[in-house]
């Protein structure tokens, strides 16, 4: 049997497991919420996700592959070994149906510990973040020299494990609640920053370029205008994701 699978099989006998011989069966969980019992693990995880971006560095975060970040984490005491109950929860999140979370986008890789070759990136200066050369770097080239210097990139190439990242660190303050989390940060596996879409802002709204007050910058009004800038995700898009005026579509 393949990990995947074994660990997969895991997860489900966990997640069945919810009264004990005797007891009264508890109702059963909304399918859009992390069982109680797991929530300790997702901390767990996520720590450990944290402290190895810490380690790697912010933007090299952003490419890490899983097997590498496996043998950083192994080597490194203050990150400490991924535990096998860890792994099995990163396997569900990427492997997962996203449906009864409320997500309903398209699957855009199927291999987790899926590798970026640096050849195939660029670092943009002065942003922590990569882009995939050819497509998207052109688009976002276009998009400086019309919207102007102030286009900042906010966020581009994630390989999965960073999405895995951003995703825990939701799930964890939404306290488990799947479909708060999906509305925001894509499932490992469902994210387009894994195939080369990415996000821009304006220099010196900082995190404030991940909200609405993004829509009132001129940037934002001038990418709206630029008939080559399709935004991922629109208002009101059928596939359960926020508005994100800040996304741009790579493809
Ligand atoms: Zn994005």
Same mark, same amino acid.
């Given at each position: 049997?393949?990990?995947?699978?074994?660990?997969?099989?895991?997860?489900?006998?966990?997640?069945?497991?919810?009264?004990?011989?005797?007891?009264?069966?508890?109702?059963?969980?909304?399918?859009?919420?992390?069982?109680?019992?797991?929530?300790?693990?997702?901390?767990?995880?996520?720590? &450990?996700?944290?402290?190895?971006?810490?380690?790697?560095?912010?933007?090299?975060?952003?490419?890490?592959?899983?097997?590498?970040?496996?043998?950083?984490?192994?080597?490194?005491?203050?990150?400490?070994?991924?535990?096998?109950?860890?792994?099995?929860?990163?396997?569900?999140?990427?492997?997962?149906?996203?449906?009864?979370?409320?997500?309903?986008?398209?699957?855009?890789?199927?291999?987790?510990?899926? &590798?970026?070759?640096?050849?195939?990136?660029?670092?943009?200066?002065?942003?922590?973040?990569?882009?995939?050369?050819?497509?998207?770097?052109?688009?976002?080239?276009?998009?400086?020299?019309?919207?102007?210097?102030?286009?900042?990139?906010?966020?581009?190439?994630?390989?999965?494990?960073?999405?895995?990242?951003?995703?825990?660190? &939701?799930?964890?303050?939404?306290?488990?609640?799947?479909?708060?989390?999906?509305?925001?940060?894509?499932?490992?596996?469902?994210?387009?920053?894994?195939?080369?879409?990415?996000?821009?802002?304006?220099?010196?709204?900082?995190?404030?370029?991940?909200?609405?007050?993004?829509?009132?910058?001129?940037?934002?009004?001038?990418?709206?205008?630029?008939?080559?800038?399709?935004?991922?995700?629109?208002?009101?898009?059928?596939?359960?994701?926020?508005?994100?005026?800040?996304?741009?579509?790579?493809?």
């Amino acid at each position: 049997m393949k990990r995947r699978h074994f660990l997969l099989a895991g997860i489900g006998a966990c997640a069945i497991c919810a009264g004990r011989a005797g007891a009264a069966p508890r109702d059963p969980l909304p399918p859009s919420l992390l069982e109680r019992d797991r929530l300790p693990l997702l901390k767990n995880l996520a720590g &450990r996700l944290r402290r190895l971006r810490q380690l790697v560095g912010y933007a090299r975060f952003n490419l890490i592959d899983l097997d590498h970040a496996r043998q950083l984490a192994r080597g490194y005491p203050k990150v400490g070994d991924f535990t096998a109950d860890e792994l099995a929860l990163l396997e569900h999140f990427f492997h997962a149906d996203p449906v009864p979370w409320g997500f309903r986008g398209p699957r855009v890789g199927d291999d987790l510990a899926q &590798r970026i070759d640096d050849a195939e990136v660029r670092k943009i200066r002065g942003s922590g973040h990569y882009l995939y050369r050819g497509a998207a770097e052109r688009l976002f080239n276009c998009l400086q020299r019309d919207v102007g210097e102030e286009l900042r990139l906010t966020s581009g190439v994630r390989n999965h494990l960073k999405q895995a990242q951003l995703f825990c660190d &939701r799930l964890l303050a939404a306290d488990g609640d799947y479909a708060a989390t999906v509305r925001w940060v894509a499932p490992p596996g469902h994210s387009y920053h894994a195939a080369g879409d990415f996000d821009v802002g304006v220099a010196g709204l900082g995190g404030a370029n991940f909200t609405a007050a993004f829509l009132d910058t001129d940037a934002a009004q001038r990418i709206a205008r630029l008939e080559y800038a399709v935004l991922r995700y629109p208002a009101d898009n059928p596939w359960g994701v926020a508005h994100e005026p800040w996304h741009i579509q790579v493809s």
